[in-house]
């Protein structure tokens, strides 16, 4: 038992160090493409825009976009009180969690280019059938087009923008999926450390008529994001799961959880909303497939053998430590140091003497809570908008509408008392 209890954190290491190398450097493109590829981009671009035109444009705008699938609900959200249709609004929430910017280089680092490469493929594909199957079912005019305003670069300086770029890469994008990626970590570790080898390759998920279905059963319900899948997916490899079905699972779990499917249901139906669910559960499925036939043919994916599977594409091992303590440095700053003084600060401050403090529930990610942010301050009169806490604002001028708690409820989030 003690020698399985070192090998938890011994196999948590060498994971998150193999992979950091990779992270930090997708993390860091993020940023930069965060600076020309926004989702006031895709809105601006998807506007009053609907047919099969729109639902390309949506998917090729989302797949490299680096949202979360708690992020991406309200962009999706903007684009519909911006005018854009059903089916483009279904294709950029179906593509956009699947993957990005960042989790492109994490899956290419511990998982092959095999893997690297289907998942945006699979993104694209579900993403353009699910929003043509979302569109021929509902020909619904698009809602009259609603503005709010908006947070820009402007013209600014080239250090600026620089510093725009760093802040969004390893400050909202990496708080958005610290919590994910470090949980997606754990368990690999519990799994490499635990499961004895080629344990589910004997057992009943060796059999793909199995494992696949397991496979979206678990996929399903959790929240997880497209890197923090990442080492879950190469810890059951390396117990004997096959590729097509570890290949599910990092596209069923951040495309489909229980937020994203009840703001489906809110924003576009039930109708549209078992079409998206019914396209990626598909999608999965047949790329899993198509996945284990090409790597029997051709061997795509590489041997993850249990103990302490090797990534695919390594650094030297001094690069992935300094990697590794940089990324463990960021996961301590935004899961403990900062909400420990932002509730400090928080509990000091009290509320100017003009302001009112809106607290809502159900905000995950610095995403939805610039959504409310930008939602308040769009309304008449609102003055100014500031951060009092991880779920609260404090507001000035007004008044704030009676509508208020209806506009919260419709990005997906709850106004309390």
């Known amino acids: ?60 705008l989302g797949v ?36 990005g910017v960042d989790s492109f280089f994490a899956t290419y680092a511990l998982l092959g280019w095999a893997f690297a490469l289907i998942r945006p493929l699979v993104a694209l594909v579900t993403g353009v059938v699910g929003g043509l199957l979302v569109d021929r079912l509902d020909r619904e005019a698009p809602p009259p087009a609603v503005t709010a305003r908006s947070a820009a670069l402007g013209a600014a300086s080239f250090a600026g923008r620089a510093a725009a770029a760093l802040r969004y890469g390893f400050g909202t994008l990496f708080g958005n999926v610290a919590w994910a990626l470090l949980a997606g970590l754990a368990i690999s570790a519990l799994i490499l450390a635990f499961v004895p080898p080629s344990f589910f390759g004997e057992g009943a998920l060796g059999s793909d008529w199995v494992a696949f279905p397991v496979m979206l059963l678990v996929g399903m319900p959790m929240y997880v994001c497209s890197t923090g899948s990442i080492p879950v997916a190469l810890a059951l490899m390396a117990k004997g799961v096959s590729p097509g079905a570890a290949l599910v699972f990092l596209i069923v779990g951040p495309a489909l959880n229980g937020a994203s499917l009840t703001t489906l249901l809110r924003l576009l139906g039930r109708g549209c909303a078992a079409i998206h669910l019914a396209v990626v559960a598909a999608g999965a499925v047949a790329a899993g497939l198509a996945l284990n036939a090409l790597d029997a043919a051709w061997g795509v994916v590489p041997d993850f053998a249990a103990p302490g599977p090797a990534a695919a594409h390594g650094f030297a091992p001094a690069i992935q430590t300094a990697a590794a303590v940089a990324l463990f440095a960021l996961l301590a ?44 301050a769009a309304y008449p009169g609102v003055t100014a908008v500031r951060q009092a806490g991880p779920d609260a604002f404090d507001v000035e001028g007004g008044p704030l509408p009676g509508t208020l708690a209806r506009d919260i409820a419709a990005l997906g989030y709850t106004l309390a008392p």
């Open 333 to 376: 700053w935004h899961l403990a140091v900062r909400p420990l003084w932002g509730k400090f600060a928080a509990a000091k401050a009290s509320p100017p003497a003009a302001a009112r403090r809106v607290v809502v529930r159900g905000m995950r990610c610095d995403h939805c809570r610039g959504a409310v942010r930008d939602l308040l």
């Open 64 to 99: 490299p976009l680096p949202l979360c699938s708690c992020g991406v609900l309200p962009v999706a959200v903007g684009l519909r009180k911006g005018g854009a249709g059903k089916g483009a609004t279904a294709a950029f929430l179906i593509s956009t969690p699947q993957t």
């Open 1 to 60: 038992m003690t020698d399985l209890l070192r090998m938890v954190p011994q196999a948590f290491w060498e994971t998150a160090s193999k992979m950091a190398p990779w992270l930090l450097f997708g993390f860091l493109a993020a940023g930069l493409l965060s600076l020309f590829f926004t989702p006031e981009t895709v809105s601006r671009h998807l506007g009053r825009r609907a047919g099969w035109r729109a639902i390309a444009l949506a998917v090729l």
